[in-house]
């Protein structure tokens, strides 16, 4: 290369440039999702694809977005993240656990881009977190399966041993032993967020031991086939309605309700006002619903759910309230008390009662 | 813990109903093997079964309606593949992955309309008298049909490969290509329909994870089966039987560790989990490990063939 030419290429790079960065500051803002599994899971993607959709159709040509579906947690992760902050993308939500260093990793390299990383508990100046209370839907869950059960076995499918999944587990088992003091849980720690196949099979192995009540912390709608086949056997969608298997064995659902917080944390970005927060929103606040009780549920057990419902979301009432132990017997909290959220977000502990060990 | 819980006949006949779809899937690949064609795109042509047989039968209400189609969209994929790398010479690596890549998306699109919708049950094969039998006959009588042909396919795959004078063509074509064109042996043909024929199979693994096993349709649903079946056949050193026994320890110890977490078995759920990948190939290197110093892979596994060369 000449100097001619080198001269040529680096005015041609400046001018390139100049109009590229004309481009990002008058052009519609872009946003990027990077998720777990597919769209199409039926349950923690799909919610979150739903909320990218209403955000698109609030904000209209304002905004453009894109996503990744089915991306690893790991390296992987990193340069997808990469890729779309070098595309261009101001604002990015990482949505899954696993996402949480590479989301930070990647924050450093791009300190104008602002990173919005689900269910994680690391910040930085560009990096918020974010995640909805989902044991309060967990301890409505419970007290319906603790009513419901008739072999007072509930099958528990756990993704990954992290805070979230163990603040679920707890959650159930307080208040499924609050309705009936001899109920069991059985823990299938599946490691996977979503393999239909082996979710399947970890319901048909619960069912076979003789659980009545499955619970899934897992995304796909296996688990409700499988509890549909065996019959007898009642199941909550997770993360979405799951409808489609509702009277039964759906009686009920959690589901995630992300767009008016995407709807906010975009509307920041464009008036120059995004801060690193650490947004942790429950039934009161909305983003997370508790989906239509359905008529297989006796109309008192019914009624109870939704009384504790709305004494969750007035805030009268706390999921983890004491007197509770931790599963070696240990104090936890006294009388009355009420956990911290900065123990329930490092939750590693099982309460009493539960049997098995959380791997590590 | 409470080992009682879990009954042992319950047992077996999940882990056959849970291998299927890996013998089938395995089988077809090691027939492609066989023949010299790498085709890393396994998971994707059961993808692309698992939603045409869902799709089929849902709209026919014929299960087997089904099967036979994803038997056709999974060869359809395959044959892709196969006038990528056999004619265009294009590298069977790459265009492999990609085919998987390529699977997963357009069974996505197929399966856009069919999400949510349950699919017509597959009935159980009546075998008359043996059902009846105590023990037996629920542990190994009483599946659907899928159960038996992929095992009466393990057969007719070692019987084709060892006996006929097709599977020595075959097999030929797989260990030296050249040789095999020298003879009058038409190479890429007989390529071609190996690799149709592992795509047929991927394809009914496949439907056989959407119509049976789940049964219900969900992107990216095969979760891995694919890369799973692969790793078979070549831990099962490219013979038909140990491909059945290696997707009966893996399909039977993913199946039996589940049972155990759910029992409370106090053994670290870490080791569980992995329990499966591990005992299936220390088994599978341990039995190929005997044979001491056969080069068992086809001798131009992955290597481009063009009769000009």
């Known amino acids: 290369m000449n100097r001619r030419t080198l001269l040529g290429a680096t005015a041609a790079t400046a001018i390139l440039a100049a109009t590229g960065a004309f481009a990002a500051a008058h052009g519609p803002l872009k946003v990027?999702?990077?998720?777990?599994?597919?769209?199409?899971?039926g349950g923690w993607t799909y919610e979150h694809d739903q909320a990218r959709q209403k955000l698109l159709a609030h904000f209209g040509d304002k905004i453009e977005t894109v996503y990744q579906e089915s991306v690893p947690e790991g390296a992987d992760a990193e340069r997808v993240m990469t890729q779309m902050a070098l595309s261009g993308v101001k604002l990015i939500f990482t949505t899954s656990f696993g996402y949480m260093d590479p989301t930070i990793n990647v924050a450093a390299k791009f300190p104008d881009v602002k990173f919005e990383h689900a269910t994680g508990y690391k910040t930085a100046d560009n990096v918020a977190v974010y995640s909805a209370r989902f044991y309060e839907g967990r301890a409505i869950?419970?007290?319906?399966?603790?009513?419901?059960?008739?072999?007072?076995?509930?099958?528990?499918?756990?993704?990954?041993?992290?805070?979230?999944?163990?603040?679920?587990?707890?959650?159930?088992?307080?208040?499924?032993?609050?309705a009936n003091p001899d109920v069991q849980f059985n823990v299938i720690w599946a490691y996977t967020w979503f393999d239909p196949a082996k979710e399947a099979d970890a319901a048909k192995?619960?069912?076979?031991q003789g659980a009545d009540v499955i619970l899934q912390h897992t995304d796909s709608t296996a688990p409700q086939a499988a509890a549909q086949a065996a019959g007898n056997v009642i199941t909550f969608g997770q993360a979405s309605d799951m409808g489609e298997y509702a009277p039964s064995p759906r009686v009920s659902s959690i589901i995630d309700n992300w767009a008016p917080y995407y709807i906010a944390r975009t509307q920041a970005v464009i008036?120059?006002?995004?801060?690193?927060?650490?947004?942790?929103?429950?039934?009161?606040?909305?983003?997370?619903?508790?989906?239509?009780?359905?008529?297989?549920?006796?109309?008192?057990?019914?009624?109870?759910?939704?009384?504790?419902?709305?004494?969750?979301?007035?805030?009268?009432?706390?999921?983890?309230?004491?007197?509770?132990?931790?599963?070696?017997?240990?104090?936890?909290?006294?009388?009355?008390?009420?956990?911290?959220?900065?123990?329930?977000?490092?939750?590693d502990f099982y309460v009493e009662g539960v049997t098995g060990t959380i791997p590590n | 813990m409470n080992l009682g819980a879990i009954d042992p006949v319950l047992l077996i006949a999940s882990l056959m109903v849970a291998a299927t779809p890996i013998i089938l899937a395995a089988l077809g690949e090691l027939v492609v093997e066989k023949s010299g064609v790498l085709n890393l795109g396994v998971e994707g042509m059961m993808i692309t079964g698992a939603i045409c047989g869902f799709a089929v039968a849902v709209e026919t209400g014929s299960p087997v309606l089904g099967f036979v189609l994803a038997a056709m969209g999974g060869a359809a994929l395959a044959l892709i593949f196969a006038l990528l790398t056999q004619y265009l010479l294009s590298?069977?690596?790459?265009?492999?992955?990609?085919?998987?890549?390529?699977?997963?998306?357009?069974?996505?699109?197929?399966?856009?309309?069919?999400?949510?919708v349950k699919p017509p049950a597959t009935a159980k094969l009546n075998l008359g008298p043996l059902g009846d039998i105590p023990v037996l006959g629920?542990?190994?009588?009483?599946?659907?049909?899928?159960?038996?042909f992929a095992l009466v396919l393990v057969a007719g795959v070692w019987a084709f490969l060892k006996y006929t004078r097709g599977g020595l063509i075959l097999r030929a074509v797989g260990e030296n290509h050249d040789a095999a064109h020298a003879l009058g042996y038409k190479v890429v043909r007989i390529r071609l329909a190996a690799i149709a024929f592992g795509g047929a199979c991927a394809g009914m693994g496949g439907a056989y994870v959407s119509l049976v096993r789940v049964p219900q349709w969900t992107d990216g649903m095969t979760a891995g089966a694919g890369w799973i079946a692969l790793a078979i056949v070549v831990f099962a050193?490219?013979?038909?039987?140990?491909?059945?026994?290696?997707?009966?320890?893996?399909?039977?110890?993913?199946?039996?560790?589940?049972n155990l977490q759910a029992a409370g078995v106090p053994v670290p759920v870490e080791i569980l989990s992995m329990s499966p990948f591990v005992v299936t190939i220390i088994v599978l290197v341990f039995i190929s490990a005997r044979q001491k110093g056969a080069a068992v892979a086809p001798a131009a596994l992955g290597r481009i063939f063009h009769a000009s060369s």
């Not at chain 1, 499918?157 to 499924?176: K, L, Q, T, Y």
């Not at chain 1, 192995?205 to 076979?208: D, K």
């Not at chain 2, 265009?95 to 949510?116: C, E, H, K, P, V």
């Not at chain 2, 039987?241 to 039996?256: K, N, P, Q, T």
């Open chain 2, 91 to 116: 590298n069977q690596v790459a265009t492999g992955l990609a085919l998987t890549l390529f699977g997963l998306g357009i069974s996505a699109m197929i399966g856009q309309a069919y999400r949510g």
């Open chain 1, 271 to 347: 008036d120059g006002t995004w801060q690193s927060a650490n947004t942790w929103d429950g039934i009161g606040a909305g983003m997370v619903g508790i989906g239509e009780i359905t008529d297989a549920v006796h109309e008192d057990v019914k009624a109870e759910a939704l009384a504790l419902k709305d004494s969750i979301a007035s805030g009268a009432y706390h999921p983890f309230t004491g007197p509770l132990n931790k599963q070696d017997g240990s104090a936890w909290l006294a009388e009355g008390e009420v956990a911290d959220d900065g123990t329930l977000a490092g939750m």
């Open chain 1, 32 to 41: 990027g999702f990077i998720y777990v599994g597919p769209v199409g899971d």
């Open chain 1, 141 to 178: 869950q419970g007290h319906i399966a603790g009513r419901m059960t008739k072999t007072n076995k509930i099958g528990y499918i756990a993704s990954f041993p992290i805070p979230e999944v163990i603040r679920g587990i707890n959650s159930a088992f307080i208040h499924a032993k609050k």
């Open chain 1, 205 to 208: 192995a619960l069912i076979e």
């Open chain 2, 138 to 148: 629920r542990m190994v009588f009483s599946h659907d049909w899928v159960v038996y």
């Open chain 2, 237 to 258: 050193s490219w013979r038909a039987g140990r491909v059945l026994l290696g997707a009966y320890l893996f399909g039977g110890i993913s199946v039996l560790q589940l």
